[in-house]
């Protein structure tokens, strides 16, 4: 695979949730001094912008194929933090057969799952966790179901994964979930962390009502650890 | 006569909206016009590309090499045509109107305006179409945004000038 | 239709034609070029109660819906790209192995994997002979907006008509492309065929117990295939009657390719172009009308997917030499260039 040496600082947009959420990985990798173990693989999405971003083993995969990906990657080398960073689509639409299985299995891999409720790279379509109501590129009339909640679905199919829900913009939990969440892995279980995420492009909101809708969203995708 | 126009900036700083205007100003004209986006993978941020073509004839092929006209609206749009330069016709290069733009307060949202200006000027001496042409589908397209004065006065001041 | 001057994009212009061609539903699943067609659609569909549409989980699920939307009698069709095309052999070989009239539009883009999102002829193979069987699929290549047009009205007529997958196989250049068209031709639809028929009851299988059966199945459809192969494999041929050199090249390359044999000609070498306009079934007595050259070119934006075809389908096939551009695009004087650099007398 060709290294390329000349890469951009940040190639997200600007308010972007990823930026937040993947720094926060690497703090958390970092602190526990075992980003040298870790290996990321991303979704093809946005996430797949990261793929030079973090100095930890970053790879971008396939759209809805990060699960599986890290599914071998971790049964190769068991000593790894095997991360699968993936958007809502990534992980509820194409790639939701292989999270539910991952999870079945309880496969030691970490799942990130960014849920900003849209398609950001390809220009905003409907997503699984788009609200009912909500209007998008493949839904001009308003979305017309509800909304995907996967954390609990995976609760559903795995009673000792460590599961929890929170967002861009409570970094400090996010950090404290992630931490979590790495232990869950070691210990030899399946860990899903969603970040509610924004995507001020798609949504077409700048700063202040970008969070505000952010927060709203939690009415609809509770935060918390999933018991 | 067939002219090719490469219009090339930032995502955001309206390439595509300038290349809409010329196009349909083209076709009101009863031209045969050809127009093809080209954009990174991101959503906001990477370089935003118009290849424009006008024609008396059919187009055949979207792209080309070889622009005519090569307009260049920010450094990043720069490096991404280092090799359109070489075989470009005239090289519209913002780094040299800055002091224009300045001069005549153009708002950063009418730059792209201003250079409708002056890519209009080249079509007008070009025998493509009139200036009218481009101004109605100017207006067409912007008479109802809130900036329309100050778009008004960048499309004014980029004609005047020319290239 | 009125001849009304209009400037469409490529997008615009599949729509246009599906919906004349009566199509009612579309499943697909975003994948950029490909995505505008499902937005297009869905928009049209927001003013014409009749249409239906369903974003799929992804393409696995988009293709099989369009074959159970046709099994049940109703045109359907689905539209992607690239790493979806892949996803979509699965339901292309079922299409296949029951002969269902499935369309889709197939917009190449830069492979493999993720790839770009641009623009390629790197789906050849996979258009003409994706899945796991002997490839029985009818495959147009356009090069215009106008075949764009053409081909994805016929497209739904052939597969109505002879039972076989039908595949526009497109590119992310010409359906993002925005041309002024005038002249939509007049077609008139074959209906769709009621495959599970409402009244009375059908029994299909695409899985045999034994092999001679299979065997038995495929020679059938082969038979289908050479027969309707004699009335729609199609190309074009310009200026081959008295030329020493033939540039073959589809889609968009071979409309720039005749550009080239234009530039060419008025130098003074003797060119001409041979374009198939279907790649599946090969217009193979087509192309015997190039036999008096001495020199062939084959020009692509892949590594020799349309080169490989040639070679498997035409008996005797000629050397060629070829300009492979993979994941790239090609303009009219770099063909010119090359074929002056091999062909013109120093």
């Known amino acids: 695979m060709p290294k390329n040496k000349k890469t951009k600082s940040i190639a997200f947009c600007p308010g972007c949730g990823h930026i937040i ?190 969070n505000n809708h952010l927060n709203k969203l939690k009415d609809t995708f509770k935060t918390g650890e999933i018991l | 006569m067939h002219i090719k126009i490469l219009l090339a900036g930032d995502g955001g700083q309206g390439i595509q909206s300038l290349s809409g205007i010329i196009c349909r100003a083209a076709f009101a004209n009863g031209l045969f016009v050809s127009h093809i986006p080209n954009y990174g993978l991101e959503q906001r941020g990477g370089v935003s590309l118009a290849y424009v073509q006008i024609s008396d004839r059919e187009v055949s092929y979207p792209k080309f090499s070889d622009p005519d006209l090569l307009l260049i609206m920010s450094e990043q749009a720069s490096q991404r045509t280092r090799e359109y330069r070489a075989k470009s016709g005239k090289v519209i290069d913002f780094t040299k109107y800055e002091k224009i733009i300045s001069e005549n307060k153009i708002d950063y949202s009418s730059r792209n305006i201003f250079f409708l200006g002056l890519i209009t000027k080249v079509l007008v001496i070009r025998g493509f179409m009139e200036k009218d042409c481009v101004f109605e589908a100017l207006k067409e397209k912007l008479a109802k945004k809130s900036n329309w004065e100050n778009n008004i006065k960048a499309f004014e001041t980029g004609f005047q000038i020319g290239v | 239709m009125k001849n009304k001057r209009e400037f469409l994009s490529g997008s615009d212009v599949v729509v246009r034609a599906v919906r004349d061609a009566g199509a009612v539903s579309m499943y697909g699943y975003p994948i950029t070029p490909g995505t505008e067609i499902l937005s297009k659609w869905i928009r049209e569909a927001a003013r014409d109660k009749r249409m239906k549409y369903l974003q799929t989980e992804d393409e696995i699920a988009a293709g099989f819906a369009v074959a159970g939307a046709v099994l049940a009698g109703e045109k359907s069709f689905t539209a992607t790209a690239g790493p979806g095309t892949i996803l979509m052999q699965d339901a292309l070989s079922m299409a296949e192995g029951m002969r269902l009239p499935f369309v889709a539009i197939i917009v190449q883009r830069g492979g493999p994997s993720s790839g770009t999102v641009i623009y390629s002829q790197q789906e050849v193979v996979l258009a003409t002979h994706g899945g796991n069987g002997e490839g029985m699929r009818i495959v147009y290549s356009p090069s215009s907006l106008t075949e764009l047009y053409d081909m994805t009205r016929r497209a739904f007529n052939d597969a109505a008509r002879y039972r076989f997958p039908a595949l526009v196989l497109t590119d992310g250049y010409l359906v993002k492309t925005k041309q002024v068209i005038s002249n939509f031709k007049k077609i008139k639809n074959i209906p769709a065929p009621k495959i599970v028929s409402r009244t009375g009851h059908v029994n299909l299988r695409n899985i045999f117990t034994v092999e001679e059966e299979l065997n038995e199945e495929i020679l059938r459809a082969q038979k289908d295939y050479v027969k309707m192969s004699k009335t729609i494999a199609k190309s074009e041929s310009y200026l081959v009657a008295d030329a020493d050199t033939i540039i073959i090249a589809h889609g968009i390359v071979g409309r720039v390719a005749r550009d080239a044999v234009d530039k060419l000609r008025a130098r003074g070498l003797r060119v001409g172009l041979w374009r198939p306009l279907t790649l599946a079934p090969l217009d193979v007595r087509g192309f015997a009308k190039t036999r008096r050259a001495k020199n062939f070119v084959v020009a692509e934006s892949s590594a020799g997917q349309l080169a490989d075809l040639l070679k498997n389908r035409i008996s005797n096939c000629p050397n060629f030499s070829t300009y492979f551009r993979p994941a790239l695009g090609i303009e009219t004087d770099e063909i010119v260039k090359f074929v002056m650099k091999k062909y013109a007398k120093k």
């Not at chain 1, 912008?49 to 930890?56: E, G, K, N, V």
């Not at chain 1, 809805?64 to 068991?78: D, I, Q, Y």
């Not at chain 1, 799952?113 to 699984?128: C, E, R, S």
């Not at chain 1, 400090?172 to 899903?192: D, M, P, Q, S």
Request: proline letters at 5%; one cysteine or more; hydrophobic letters at 40%.
């Open chain 1, 21 to 210: 959420i993947l720094q926060t990985l690497n703090r958390v990798l970092q602190k526990l001094q075992k980003a040298d173990r870790a290996a990321i693989g991303l979704d093809i999405g946005c996430s797949l912008l990261a793929w030079d971003m973090l100095p930890i083993s970053t790879f971008q995969t396939h759209h809805g194929r990060a699960v599986p990906t890290m599914v071998g990657f971790e049964k190769a080398r068991e000593k790894s933090i095997a991360v699968a960073y993936t958007g809502d689509g990534g992980a509820y639409s194409i790639g939701l057969q292989s999270l539910l299985w991952a999870a079945r299995r309880n496969n030691p891999i970490l799942v990130i799952v960014v849920n900003n409720t849209i398609y950001g790279m390809t220009g905003g379509q409907t997503a699984p966790t788009s609200l009912r109501g909500q209007v998008t590129d493949t839904a001009p009339a308003g979305h017309d179901e509800l909304p995907m909640l996967g954390p609990e679905l995976v609760r559903e199919l795995n009673g000792q994964a460590y599961i929890a829900r929170t967002a861009a913009n409570e970094p400090v939990i996010l950090a404290e979930y992630l931490e979590r969440a790495i232990k869950a892995t070691e210990a030899g279980n399946f860990a899903l962390v969603e970040v509610l995420s924004y995507c001020p492009t798609n949504w077409r909101m700048k700063g202040v009502e970008s």
